[in-house]
Each structure stands twice: as C-alpha cells, then as structure tokens.
T-cell receptor, first 113, second 110 residues
C-alpha cells in the first residue's frame, strides 16, 4: 500500500518567510511524528500526534514552529519567520499503535537562504 | 547518561566479514526495540524489530539483553550495500515517545 507521503520534497526559502510542510500518513496509522535532522546529525524529535489526544509538542524548538493534524489524516508543520538554522530535513513518520515500528516519509529538505 | 547510546563508529569492515554493534538503553521499562538503517541523505528504514527471544532475518540477527539493558545487531557475510548508519530505537510503554540512538556508521570495504 501507499507509504508516508511528504511534500514538498525540497523547499528553498528566504530568511524571514513562512513555510508549510505537509505529511500524509499511512491510512489507519493513529500516531504521527515529526522529526528534524540536520546534516550529519541524529533525529531531533519535534512533535507527535496520537488520535484525538492533545499532541506532545515538547520538542518544538521555538514558538515559530507549530503543527496541526486533522483527525488521523494529514498533518502540516509550519515554520514562521524562517532562520538559517532551520535548514534541515524534516521527516514525518507514522505507526499504528504502541510497540509497532515507525514508517518514514522521504522527508522535506528545507534550505533557508 | 544518554537514554540510548550507540558507538558512533565508523566501523570499517572488509566485505564478507561479520560485524556486530550494540545499543544500550537506560530505562528498564522499555518495551519495544527496533533497528533502522539510514543511507546518506535518505530517510531511516526499518531493518528489523527486536524480540525478547532474539530474531534473525537472513544475514541479520538481533538480540535483546534485558538484564544488561542493551540490544545488539549482528551482520554476517557483510556486503558493500550494508554500508549505512544503523539506528536503534527504544519504545517506552507508558506513552508514544520513542528514544533514538545517534547511530553507528558502518563502512564495508571491498
């Protein structure tokens, strides 16, 4: 079946502009995660959504970052007033429930100039 | 102490050799464990889950040692295509948070 889909795959934006990244999880996956990965670094947790529960936003690095999810479907990650340090690959992943593995999308490579 | 620790490597291994690396975790309540591989500039991909009794998938064997709180990955007859970064991830049962290791880089040389 279809995997996790992210768009755009690449985004180049000017410093100070807002960007919106989209994630379509695998159908039926109740949990959805956003991660950031800078070049040569490990995965940095940003936020996760679980069904209709309040999201865990503990990983968002600043109030410029926000994310929404509609039910158990699409999620968008918004970065306002982008800074050069926001340049990274933003990965979305989903899974069915506790104890099941995560499935990742291809990521969005964000470059802030 | 980090919650999940891995030797960053790189492990430089000749083709055909056997290589193993470990991942230690600090929370004894951890319930599920996974190995992922990540190729350069690609997303992590699930390699295998780690079961309590140990499990094997072709050339790959994963084991869990709860007493010493580590998981291991063994790769036999290594191939050039095994070159990647191997990430371990630990799943706490109390919530949906997953704890990722920073990865072990493996380079298979011809």
């Amino acid at each position: 079946g279809a995997g996790v889909s992210q768009s755009p795959s690449n985004k180049v934006t000017e410093k100070g502009k807002d960007v919106e990244l989209r994630c379509d999880p695998i159908s039926g996956h109740t949990a959805l995660y956003w991660y950031r990965q800078r070049l040569g670094q490990g995965l940095e947790f940003l936020i996760y959504f679980q069904g209709n529960s309040a999201p865990d936003k503990s990983g968002l690095p600043s109030d410029r970052f926000s994310a929404e999810r509609t039910g158990e479907s699409v999620s968008t990650l918004t970065i306002q007033r982008t800074q050069q340090e926001d340049s990274a690959v933003y990965l979305c992943a989903s899974r069915t429930d506790l104890n099941s593995p995560l499935h990742f999308g291809n990521g969005t490579r964000l470059t802030v100039t | 102490r980090k919650e999940v620790e891995q030797d960053p490597g790189p492990f430089n291994v000749p083709e055909g050799a056997t290589v193993a690396f470990n991942c230690t975790y600090s929370n004894s309540a951890s319930q599920s464990f996974f190995w992922y591989r990540q190729d350069c500039r690609k997303e992590p991909k699930l390699l295998m889950s780690v079961y309590s009794s140990g499990n094997e998938d072709g050339r790959f064997t994963a084991q869990l040692n709860r007493a010493s709180q580590y998981i291991s990955l063994l790769i036999r007859d290594s191939k050039l295509s095994d070159s990647a970064t191997y990430l371990c991830v630990v799943d706490l049962d109390s919530n949906y948070q997953l704890i990722w290791g920073a990865g072990t880089k493996l380079i298979i040389k011809p």
